[in-house]
T-cell receptor, first 114, second 113 residues
Framework: NAGVTQTPKFQVLKTGQSMTLQCAQD?????MSWYRQDPGMGLRLIHY???????DQGEVPNGYNVSRSTTEDFPLRLLSAAPSQTSVYFC?????????????FGEGSRLTVL | AQSVTQLDSHVSVSEGTPVLLRCNYS??????LFWYVQHPNKGLQLLLK??????LVKGINGFEAEFKKSETSFHLTKPSAHMSDAAEYFC???????????FGAGTTVTVRA
């Protein structure tokens, strides 16, 4: 079972560059989300989607774009990378509303912006 | 508004001794509460969840947590720590249907041989 797959696992960018973090799930989950993890701050929600064609902002959306053209894929785009976006990014999915269901996480993408 | 506070940033225990990770929450409604575990360089995995059923919740790997509404707490315990329990643990709260969870800052558990 692949579950939630994130690529790349590691990436180094220069300030101002753009890139896309890929996320794919093979569990037919309707709900997908992106979080960033920073030391001492837990996980913070960036964007989420409740189905194909539907996305919404989370707690820290600035500087990031998302789209959901298929149920399986939920890419996260950094438009113009900044050092403040150095973080570990996690994609997560769920078959239910997140206040009752289990979130399934990818293994993370570690991004460094110089 | 919902929020969660993990009272210890780091807990160190000896193998075979009990583990206690403390979590207090703030919620305007009847909350759902979760504990997730993250092993080094891995994603998060659900340990257990409370969703308004039994107040004592049993999870995987021998962990359990008790929901105490009067104390707004959801502490995680395990009677006997194992070396494989060394990880970071997150308490998570959700009190609404808007798909937004609030994560605590995390507690790092170290297990001494």
């Amino acid at each position: 079972n692949a579950g939630v797959t994130q690529t790349p696992k590691f990436q180094v960018l220069k300030t101002g560059q753009s890139m896309t973090l890929q996320c794919a799930q093979d569990m037919n989950h309707e709900y997908m989300s992106w979080y960033r993890q920073d030391p001492g701050m837990g996980l913070r929600l960036i964007h989420y989607s409740v189905g194909a064609g539907i996305t919404d902002q989370g707690e820290v959306p600035n500087g990031y774009n998302v789209s959901r053209s298929t149920t399986e894929d939920f890419p996260l785009r950094l438009l113009s990378a900044a050092p403040s976006q150095t973080s570990v990014y996690f994609c997560a999915s769920s078959t239910k509303r997140t206040n009752t269901g289990e979130l399934f996480f990818g293994e993370g993408s570690r991004l460094t912006v110089l | 508004a919902q929020s969660v506070t993990q009272l210890d940033s780091h807990v160190s225990v000896s193998e075979g001794t009990p583990v206690l990770l403390r979590c207090n929450y703030s919620s305007s409604y009847s909350p759902s509460l979760f504990w997730y575990v993250q092993h080094p360089n891995k994603g998060l995995q659900l340990l257990l969840k409370y969703t308004s059923a039994a107040t004592l919740v049993k999870g995987i790997n021998g962990f359990e947590a008790e929901f105490k509404k009067s104390e707004t707490s959801f502490h995680l315990t395990k009677p006997s720590a194992h070396m494989s329990d060394a990880a970071e643990y997150f308490c998570v709260v959700s009190d609404s249907d808007d798909y937004k969870l609030s994560f605590g800052a995390g507690t790092t558990v170290t297990v001494r041989a």
